[in-house]
């Protein structure tokens, strides 16, 4: 996230800023920017008088303004950190409401009001965070343009699944080591969207991987304990190519390994999957690069996903996307079934595969 890694940046090159408001869904930026502040602004001697970290649920927004207005300590800056700010009752208020009822709000609040003046004001020896997590202030409040305006504001937001490949691939380049491409899809498709998990998983990667090495699939298997050959993405493979007996290997490794390999992770992946095969047939230009960019995917998987689409006619894929969605509601319990994780796999796997 290139505002993120901005903050980084100048954080870095000691480019400080009285306030910082840190909000969105995605809770690792914000995590990261918090933690870098907490870790390196002050020297160690001078944390002890000079660095406050508080929590949302535990103060009003009147005490943290009252320590951000405080004078450090024989050290040039003090550093006042609100964790889990979103639990500030004041804040809390911002959420979801009209312009309308929000300058009401800002106006018979003196807690807000006092909040705004301080944002035209702030003390400029003290470095304020707010760590306001997994939901965003309502932009149309007179609160939320009075920190787009005068504080680093930074909102982030869950990154769609097909751009989590791309992500790994860069953080992995970032730390200065390699990663192939069907480890990167393996990793997403097991770990998800979250970018926390990932970074944590990875971490484990790099503990015992000399620096500038690729991360295997091997090593996944290894460390994290995702199955070379019975995985998702190794399920999609043999879709692909219409291999029945492989196909039911898997499913069956899945059955009876049900906590690995949750029906709702199966079932959304080969959604996405067949969304992508369906989405080839229509593109006008075909060539890689091009299908790649369009799909969302590295050009290396194109040629599979080219002969896949081969197998698969988009009448076919439309029956297809029914049977996905019938299997998502029978194992949601949503609709009345008697079949098992297992069953249900064995079903799913047929009605595609004939």
Known sequence: MKEANQILLDLKRKILKPVYFLCGEESYYIDLITEYIEKNILEEADKEFNQN?????????????????QFPMMSEYQVVIVKEAQNLK???????????????????????????????NPQPTTILVFAFKHKSIDKRSSLSKA???HAIFLETKTLYDNEIPKWITEYVTDKNYAISPKATVLLSEFLGNDLSKITNELGKLFINLPVG????????????????????????????????????????????????????????????????????????DKSKFAAASALGVNPYFIDGIAKAAGNYSTLKLKNIFSYLKEADLKSKGIENSSLNSGDLYKELVFKILH
């Open 53 to 69: 970290v508080v929590y949302g649920k535990d103060v009003d927004l009147i005490q943290v303004l009252g320590l951000a207005k």
């Open 90 to 120: 004041e804040l809390s208020k911002t959420t979801g409401e009209g312009s309308e009822n929000s300058n009401k709000s800002t106006s018979s609040n003196s807690a807000t009001a006092q909040f705004i003046n301080y944002l035209q």
């Open 147 to 149: 920190i787009q305006k």
């Open 213 to 284: 090495k690729e991360i295997t699939i091997e090593l996944i298997q290894e460390n994290i304990g995702i199955s070379k050959d019975y995985n998702v993405f190794e399920l999609q493979d043999a879709l692909a190519k219409k291999d029945i007996l492989k196909a039911n290997q898997i499913i069956n490794y899945f059955a009876s390994n049900e906590k690995e390999n949750p029906s709702v992770l199966v079932i959304s992946s080969l959604y996405n999957y067949f969304t992508k095969l369906l989405k080839y047939h229509f593109l006008q």
